[in-house]
């Protein structure tokens, strides 16, 4: 079962500011990818699970991070019905990400306090995942979207929480427009763990790009 609860993990997100996303079905080599954004100050990875067998690779991860990496909280990607969040919850994901708002996995999730993060396009969408008890709505695709929609969804709504994903990156203008926009964190994938890392196991340069960018981020919230 999750260790962190769901207003814990809410908490962590807007610290840091910074939610990494990656799949891999190679077990070492997550592990390595974990060690380097943990070391680089990350403690939260969402593992998007999209690959045959995911739900092993995951648990191995987890309970490697739970052994290795104090603190990190290890949540699961992807998500597209209530069975396989239950499998990832059973295997203890401390938080449960969408591509679209899915009341049957807001269910399963709240039953066990477990955070959820809805992707949602429109502002009846968020209304409908906050109505549910949504802590950080994700606005996916981020890239079609923009920061101005968040702009403009935070001035009748201060309250909302959101985390872009795709179309957020390192560097720091596209960053300050997002948190100039009001976002509460960012999931950041490729534009953080690229290809190039995980073909050359570069995971020296991962976790420097996960330093900088948090520190970045950190001087943006401020």
């Known amino acids: 079962m999750a260790q962190y609860s769901r207003i814990e993990v809410a908490t962590v997100m807007k610290e840091s500011g910074m939610v990494p996303l990656f799949y891999h079905p190679d077990i070492e080599l997550g592990k390595k990818v974990l060690k380097a954004c943990y070391d680089g100050g990350a403690r939260l990875i969402e593992f998007t699970a999209r690959g045959d067998f995911a739900l092993e690779v ?17 949540g699961v990607g992807s998500i597209t019905d209530a069975g396989a969040a239950s499998m990832f919850m059973q295997m203890g994901a401390n938080f449960i990400v969408t591509p679209s708002l899915r009341e049957d996995i807001a269910m399963v999730c709240n039953r066990r306090k477990v955070l959820w993060s ?26 079609t979207y923009g920061p101005g929609f968040v702009k403009a969804i935070k001035g009748p709504q201060p309250w909302t929480s959101v985390m872009p994903t795709g179309g957020v990156s390192t560097e720091e203008s596209n960053l300050k427009g997002w948190f100039d926009a009001g976002v509460t964190c960012v999931g950041m994938g490729s534009k953080l763990i690229s290809k190039e890392i995980l073909v050359n196991e570069n995971f020296g340069e991962l976790k420097k790009k996960v330093s900088n960018t948090l520190a970045l981020i950190k001087k943006l919230q401020a």
């Open 118 to 143: 809805p992707g949602c396009g429109s502002l009846t969408e968020i209304n409908k995942a906050e109505e549910l008890g949504c802590e950080i709505v994700k606005l996916f695709p981020g890239s």
């Open 58 to 74: 995951f648990s191995s991860l987890n309970k490697y991070a739970i052994k290795e990496l104090p603190g990190m909280i290890m």
